[in-house]
């Protein structure tokens, strides 16, 4: 099983749209595809658990964390461990953080074999969830939008003393590596253009590479179709309309590059 995270401080880049359709995605390839709501908001649990390719577990992100054995639905090839409103407080709990971490780890290996992949979708403004989603994944995804305060934002992203991805890789998951930055809500403006260039410049290593031409990254545009399937429930691609159609043909790409690099070996 490899193991995904959806991280980025910033509230409101498409952490959880990206993370429920790319599981979709992955579920349409064939893939076995286990689901864990970090965040209380419970975004991604509304979502998910409005379509009925989805199993919700019957225990809720909290309980996970809080149990050292639970058991999973293995019949089902798709399962969401739903968010719940308790996970907010669970950064007062100090005492019990490394039980958390280690509860998790568990549930993780034990799924190991039941799932192809597991995606994490994470809260904004990082805790001890966020720390943890990091420590025990392999990969990590960190949709951003072309504004200029997330631009500067990437600086915290990486270098942040506690949070920041080299902070983790280096103390705690030397393995964990960023597939990379994924720009979305992508307008074509003169001052997103502006700022896709600067991105470029500044942080090409980053970003998604989805081709051979040295200007092939990874991008998703504002489309009205993610919005209304991430409200609906729904994957774009089981949506009838032309303009949802439009929008798979245009995520896949990234999405395809995605997959692309959770294939290699690491
Ligand atoms: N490419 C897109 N085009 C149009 N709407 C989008 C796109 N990506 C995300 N959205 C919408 O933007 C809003 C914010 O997205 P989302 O909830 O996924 O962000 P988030 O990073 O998970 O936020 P939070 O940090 O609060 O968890 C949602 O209504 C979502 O449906
Ligand atoms: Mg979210």
Redesign the pocket.
Not at 220 to 224: A, H, K, L, V
């Given at each position: 099983m490899k193991t995904l995270v959806?991280a980025?401080q910033?509230?409101?880049?498409?952490?959880?749209?990206?993370?429920c359709q790319l599981a979709h995605y992955l579920v349409c390839k064939a893939k076995r595809v286990l689901f864990i709501d970090l965040?209380h908001?419970r975004?991604?649990s509304r979502a998910l658990s409005l379509n009925s390719k989805v199993t919700v577990a019957p225990f809720t992100t909290t309980e996970l964390l809080e149990a050292t054995e639970l058991p999973l639905a293995p019949e089902s090839s798709f399962v969401l461990v739903p968010g719940d409103e308790t996970l907010s407080g669970l950064e007062r709990r100090v005492e019990l953080h490394n039980g958390f971490t280690n509860n998790l780890q568990d549930f993780l290996e034990n799924a190991a074999d039941a799932f192809d992949y597991c995606l994490i979708?994470t809260?904004?403004n990082p805790d001890i969830r966020y720390a943890m989603a990091l420590v025990l994944s392999q990969y990590v995804l960190s949709?951003i939008e072309l504004n200029q305060e997330a631009i500067e934002g990437i600086r915290a992203l990486l270098g942040h003393a506690r949070y920041g991805l080299y902070n983790i890789q280096r103390r705690f998951n030397p393995k964990l590596r960023l597939i990379g930055l994924l720009p979305?809500?992508?307008e074509p403006t003169p001052f997103q253009k502006k700022n896709f260039i600067a991105l470029i410049q500044e942080h090409a290593k980053l970003l998604i590479s989805t081709g051979p031409a040295a200007h092939d990254f990874a991008s998703?545009?504002?489309?009205?179709a993610?919005?209304e399937a991430?409200?609906e429930g729904a994957y774009l691609g089981d949506m009838k309309k032309t303009s949802a159609r439009e929008a798979l043909r245009e995520v896949r790409l990234s999405f395809e590059a995605v997959e692309r690099q959770m294939a290699m070996e690491i």
């Open positions: 959806l980025n910033k509230g409101g880049v498409g952490k959880s749209a990206l993370a965040d908001q975004n991604s979708d809260n904004p949709p979305n809500m992508v998703i545009p504002t489309r009205t993610i919005a991430q409200a």
